[in-house]
């Protein structure tokens, strides 16, 4: 199993909603990442897990909030968003290591009205 | 700081031509590592290659080859006898590890095979 899986894949979200992105891998990585991605722009990392605590955070504004229950899930609980939130969001997992290569999920299409 | 430029932000080929993605990367790092990406319409991020600045040995893989040149900060990419399937967005990226790893990605390069 060499994937990362990512649900909802498209979510629609008012700015009072509270909602999650789930991401989950199964390939015995022990790092996990949250990346959002606006239209024709390149990935920008906002979070990073590693062993399941909390190791990187990109100054993200509060209402983005990670939670890593175990070694195989990474969610982001989303609250009070603004409609320029509206992204791509993406999920990897790599193994330990320098030499660890990054594997991503096919992400969250998220838009906030 | 790290930082990672694609100047050509698009490319449109014929079919079966040869097609060269250009990245150029700053860095202050000794060890560092380099990547290719290509993101599909579908959204994900597929892994292409990786390549740790102590090896700048080219790499053939199939119709793509890289070139890495310490000497000139450069990691190229080049597809042999493009097809319809490999239009995507090619993104280069540097990698920092400071735990886990920490990519830093070019803007990308949307390249358009016609048939």
């Known amino acids: 199993d060499t994937e990362v899986t990512q649900t909802p894949k498209h979510l629609v979200m008012g700015m009072t909603n509270k909602k999650s992105l789930k991401c989950e891998q199964h390939?015995?990585?022990?790092?996990m990442y949250w990346y959002k991605q606006k239209a024709k722009k390149p990935p920008e990392l906002m979070f990073v897990y590693s062993y399941e605590k909390l190791s990187i955070n990109e100054s993200v504004p509060s209402r983005f909030s990670p939670e890593c229950p175990n070694s195989s899930l990474l969610n982001l609980h989303l609250h009070a968003l603004q409609p320029e939130d509206s992204a791509l969001y993406l999920c990897?997992?790599?193994?330990?290591?320098?030499?660890?290569?990054?594997?991503f999920g096919s992400g969250t299409r998220l838009t906030v009205v | 700081a790290q930082k990672v430029t694609q100047a050509q932000t698009e490319i449109s080929v014929v079919e079966k031509e040869d097609v060269t993605l250009d990245c150029v990367y700053e860095?202050?790092?000794?060890?560092?590592?380099l990547f290719w990406y290509k993101q599909p319409p579908s959204g994900e991020l597929v892994f292409l290659i990786r390549?740790?600045?102590?090896?700048?040995q080219n790499e053939i893989s199939g119709r793509y080859s890289w070139n890495f040149q310490k000497s000139t900060s450069s990691f190229n990419f080049t597809i042999t006898a493009s097809q319809v399937v490999d239009s995507a967005v090619y993104f280069c990226?540097?990698?920092?590890?400071?735990?886990?790893?920490?990519?830093?990605f070019g803007q990308g390069t949307r390249l358009t095979i016609n048939p």
């Open positions: 860095t202050r790092d000794t060890t560092y590592y």
């Open positions: 990226a540097l990698n920092r590890f400071q735990g886990a790893q920490k990519l830093v």
């Open positions: 990897a997992s790599s193994p330990p290591g320098i030499r660890g290569d990054c594997t």
């Open positions: 390549r740790n600045s102590f090896d700048e």
């Open positions: 390939m015995g990585h022990r790092a």
